[in-house]
């Protein structure tokens, strides 16, 4: 029997406010971070990696989260835990002191999707396939025994979820032939941050076009005059046939975000991102009942802290564009079950992404989605932000504005050793070079 022998836990951040990378209206000093966890066996050639995504500060706390839940793993049978990762998710969920601090939101969940990443990481390393494909090739039954469907079943039921699921599957080579040859296509939010000087916005604009990219994502929700500036800048740039979004990451109330909106129409923009709080449905619904004769959608989810909240979203039509994220939900015990519940409402699912590690993960989601969930769905993108990919043992690619398919075994959520050992918080060597440098 092969079994886990420890969790190596690691608090890991990056400096990326020294340049406002990821700087937008509330999340002005980001430092993007990983609570990152390593299952380790007693084979030294099997493990699992995964982590959750944090902008710093309460790194920390994530990781003594990750602790509480995946501690109880030590010792366990790495056959039963790759053959059954629903149970162990349930456990995970089922610990009712720890779930008191949620329920299935807040930094517990944030630990459970951490923990659950690394399950199927290890899970996918051990069947020697790329996550994508160990989903894609599993039995519906047996995928769908291993989801979160707790509090769905008056949108999604097991039988359903099996009946979607087994509908797709006469598709499969041939949507995997489609990602082989033209991958999946992805926005840029990288030229778009709100720190970036006008200057720079318009160069990284034209960099973008020149890679490819046919979706570009501004950050806004700072002042009026500020948001118009930027907008006609990013437009002027790329032309009128691409597509162009906005993103208020929460700033508004519900009044404010609609006259704002409306302001900036006439920049012809595809969607408007988190325009107010990510919790409020019956808000975002107001908000879209304002603003789509004006052919703007509703993107959110990027906060979005657990499968029934997306639920009432999609019930009360109060979401265009679903932006499942890689390390808020669950892991994919709770992500396929928004992807099944999106497809049901006809609503395309593009994925939050960026940060540390999040767009590595999200080549494999985009793929489980497109190959085995929901096939070809008009307006589908997913983010892409050039950052921090270099940490990674198996980094994403991205060619002429698309994701390519992910080839190696895993969930491609293995960091580099050297990076791990610069960049652990607060002790690495690069930290204490900053430390040192600071002083003198």
């Not at 999340?27 to 084979?43: F, P």
């Not at 208020?248 to 909106?261: G, K, L, S, T």
Request: with cysteine.
């Amino acid at each position: 029997m092969t079994a886990i022998t420890a969790i190596d836990l690691i608090d890991l951040r990056f400096p990326t406010s020294d340049s406002s990378d990821g700087s937008d209206a509330v999340n002005k000093d980001a430092d993007y971070s990983a609570a990152y966890l390593r299952l380790i066996t007693d084979d030294d050639a099997l493990y699992g990696c995964g982590f959750t995504f944090t902008i710093g500060r309460g790194n920390d706390i994530c990781l003594q989260a990750v602790n509480a839940l995946a501690s109880r793993f030590v010792g366990r049978d790495v056959a039963e835990l790759c053959d059954k990762p629903g149970q162990a998710y349930r456990e995970l969920a089922e610990d009712s002191q720890l779930r008191w601090l949620g329920p299935d939101k807040g930094v517990v969940h944030l630990a459970r999707a951490a923990v659950m990443n690394a399950v199927w990481d290890l899970a996918a390393r051990r069947a020697g396939l790329p996550l994508w494909q160990y989903i894609c090739e599993m039995e519906p039954a047996d995928l769908v025994n291993q989801l979160d469907l707790s509090y769905l079943s008056d949108v999604l039921t097991a039988d359903e979820a099996i009946a979607m699921l087994e509908e797709q599957r006469q598709y499969r080579e041939e949507r995997i032939s489609d990602l082989k040859d033209h991958g999946f296509q992805c926005y840029t939010t990288s030229a778009g941050w709100l720190g970036y000087s006008d200057e720079k916005l318009e160069r990284l604009c034209r960099e973008a076009i020149e890679e490819g990219y046919q979706h570009i994502k501004l950050k806004v929700g700072a002042n009026p005059e500020d948001d118009e500036r930027r907008l006609g800048i990013a437009r002027s740039v790329i032309g009128s046939d691409r597509s162009l979004m906005i993103d208020a990451n929460q700033i508004w109330d519900v009044p404010e975000a609609i006259q704002r909106v409306r302001e900036l129409a006439h920049h012809n923009l595809l969607w408007i991102e988190e325009p107010t709080s990510p919790d409020d449905v019956l808000g975002h619904r107001a908000i879209a009942d304002g603003v789509r004769d004006e052919g703007i959608g509703i993107a959110t989810g990027e906060h979005g802290m657990n499968r029934v909240l997306f639920k009432q979203l999609l019930q009360a039509n109060a979401v265009d564009f679903v932006q499942i994220d890689s390390c808020r939900l669950a892991s994919i015990n709770e992500i396929i079950p928004v992807l099944l519940m999106a497809k049901k409402f006809a609503k395309p699912v593009c994925p939050h992404a960026g940060g540390v590690g999040l767009c590595e993960l999200v080549s494999h989601l985009v793929m489980i989605d497109y190959v085995a969930v929901s096939g070809p769905v008009e307006g589908r993108v997913a983010e892409y932000v050039d950052h921090l990919h270099e940490h990674f043992v198996d980094p994403c690619r991205v060619k002429d504005g698309a994701y390519l398919l992910p080839a190696a075994p895993g969930y491609s959520a293995e960091i580099k050793a050297e990076s791990l050992a610069s960049w652990a918080w607060p002790n690495g060597a690069e930290w204490k070079k900053r430390r040192d440098g600071a002083a003198v």
